[in-house]
């Protein structure tokens, strides 16, 4: 088995970094199994110092693009029935001010989302 390129090696040590700083390892595990992780002479030797910190990566993301996602898709329902709203305002209204708060409505929920997609 071929020896883990020193770019693979670098990674490993900083999914642990990431994890140290999260809180997932304590100094002394992390100081160990980052010179582990770099003297790991074969791929088996280098993934078992990432046991356990790179599925809790793994869900992390997942729950983060699933929130993102859940995001978008509200936004764009809302955007439709706003954009529905405002159009059907318009020709009952003949075009009055009260109208613009459909606009305002939109650019309110729509910065809400970009703020907590950014979280």
Same mark, same amino acid.
């Given at each position: 088995?071929?020896a883990? #390129? ?7 040590v900083?999914? +642990?970094?990431?994890?140290? &700083?999260?809180g !997932?390892?304590? *100094?002394?595990e992390?100081?160990?199994?980052? *010179?582990r992780?770099? &003297?790991?002479?074969?791929a088996?030797?280098?993934? +078992? ?6 599925a809790?990566?793994?869900?992390r993301?997942?729950?983060? #693009? #699933? ?5 978008a898709?509200? @936004? #764009?329902?809302?955007?439709?029935? +706003? ?5 059907v305002?318009?020709?009952?209204? *003949?075009?009055?001010? @009260?109208t613009?708060a459909?606009?305002l409505? @939109?650019?309110?929920v729509? &910065? ?5 997609? !950014?979280?």
């Amino acid at each position: 088995m071929a020896a883990p #390129a020193d770019s693979q090696r670098e990674r490993a040590v900083t999914v +642990l970094k990431r994890a140290y &700083a999260e809180g !997932r390892l304590d *100094h002394d595990e992390f100081e160990a199994r980052a *010179h582990r992780a770099l &003297a790991a002479r074969s791929a088996v030797e280098l993934q +078992l110092q990432l046991r356990g910190l790179l599925a809790d990566d793994v869900r992390r993301r997942a729950r983060r #693009a #699933a929130r993102i996602a859940g995001v978008a898709f509200s @936004w #764009a329902i809302f955007s439709v029935f +706003l954009a529905v709203s405002f159009v059907v305002a318009l020709v009952a209204t *003949h075009a009055s001010a @009260w109208t613009l708060a459909f606009p305002l409505a @939109w650019l309110v929920v729509t &910065a809400l989302a970009v703020r907590a997609a !950014r979280r």
